[in-house]
């Protein structure tokens, strides 16, 4: 048990199998008492599921559980670096993901997260899979990786060409670490992070650009409760991607932020508790009535994907 702003944190770590029977790791925050919601927590490309304290610190005292995976390739989940044999394996891992929560917590409402390249993955996720708007709340993407990224037109070129020949060829994506935050000290935590990695394979990037391109020819299909948050100095993610998928979505129940002057990593820049408080705003607005009687009666759900 550790504390954290005076609330007894209960903190669990653990591992299920992903598509292939990849070993992935996962880890969830509870707080002292019931639970009122989970938020689980899908991370970006060459992070893990340790990037995300100040939101934990955040939810912990609201009762929120929290939950976070280390996708296939980072953190302590196994894979190559920043490999993948095709879109698809993310899904089906945030699927058996999603059924272990609920697993664990049956009848608990679900919000599902997704930072940068986990934000692509939660949007891919829900548009190929609507029937999973009946069981989770809503949607939130910080950052997500859509249009334009800061990564050099020649590296995308060459992951391009080189997908089906040499799929597992690897290159730095060449991001530049002081675009993740404007706090120093972020970026020094950043720069000393041994399961943080700036690797990507080329069958990765055609994957992640032809679903790009997916999520944003589907977007008004789109059903959920939507939030985006975005900085509006993102050199990483540039905030125009996500500005045009929300404009495509048809749905009325969406709201997109956009912080002037913040960088990537929102959740951790220098303008963090306003992010955080916009979040938990959020969140307290699409929690169900019912959310007292969580755990009566509830039934076992199916995850697509799973």
């Given at each position: 048990m550790?504390?954290?702003?005076d609330?007894?944190?209960?903190r669990?770590e ?13 880890q969830?925050?509870?707080?002292e008492?019931k ?6 927590i ?27 995976l ?5 953190g302590?989940?196994s894979?190559?670096?920043g ?7 993310f899904?089906?891992?945030?699927g ?14 679900i919000f ?6 986990g934000?692509?993955?939660?949007l891919?996720?829900?548009?190929r899979?609507?029937?999973?708007a ?8 910080l ?6 990224v800061?990564v050099?037109?020649?590296?995308v ?6 997908s ?16 993740g935050?404007?706090d120093?000290?972020?970026?020094a ?5 041994t ?23 589907h ?5 959920l ?5 975005h900085g509006g ?7 125009a ?6 404009q495509?979505?048809?749905c009325t ?17 220098l ?16 929690l169900?009535?019912?959310t007292?009687q969580?755990g009566?009666?509830s ?8």
């Open positions: 550790i504390d954290h702003s609330r007894l944190v209960s669990r653990g591992r299920f199998q992903g598509v292939g029977g990849l070993d992935l790791y996962y969830s925050w509870y707080p008492g639970v009122r919601a989970i938020l689980a899908v991370h970006g490309l060459g992070g893990h599921s340790d990037r995300y304290n100040n939101i934990v610190q955040h939810l912990i005292p609201k009762q929120y559980a929290v939950y976070a280390d996708l296939r390739g980072h302590r989940s894979g190559q670096r490999y993948i044999n095709a879109w698809s394996e899904c089906e891992d945030l058996a993901f999603l059924q272990l929560i609920q697993t664990q917590n049956s009848g608990c409402p599902l997260l997704g930072h940068s390249l934000g692509v993955i939660v891919d996720y829900i548009l899979h609507p029937q999973i009946s069981v989770l709340q809503g949607a939130i993407a950052a997500p990786s859509l249009g334009k800061g050099s037109p020649i590296r070129l060459l992951g391009k060409m080189l089906r020949v040499w799929p597992r060829f690897t290159l730095n994506t060449g991001i530049d670490l002081s675009a935050s404007r120093q000290q972020v970026l935590a950043f720069a000393q992070d399961l943080r990695h700036t690797l990507a394979t080329a069958r990765l990037a055609t994957e992640f650009f032809a679903t790009v391109d997916w999520i944003y020819a977007a008004a299909d789109w059903q409760p939507l939030l985006i948050l100095a993102d050199r990483v993610a540039l905030p991607g996500s500005d045009i998928f929300y495509r979505v048809n129940d969406k709201l997109r932020i956009e912080y002037p002057g913040a960088y990537h990593e929102i959740h951790c820049d303008n963090y508790h306003e992010v955080l408080a916009d979040l938990e705003d959020w969140l307290e607005r699409h169900p009535p019912q007292a969580l009566r009666g039934a076992e759900l199916e995850f697509p994907g799973s």
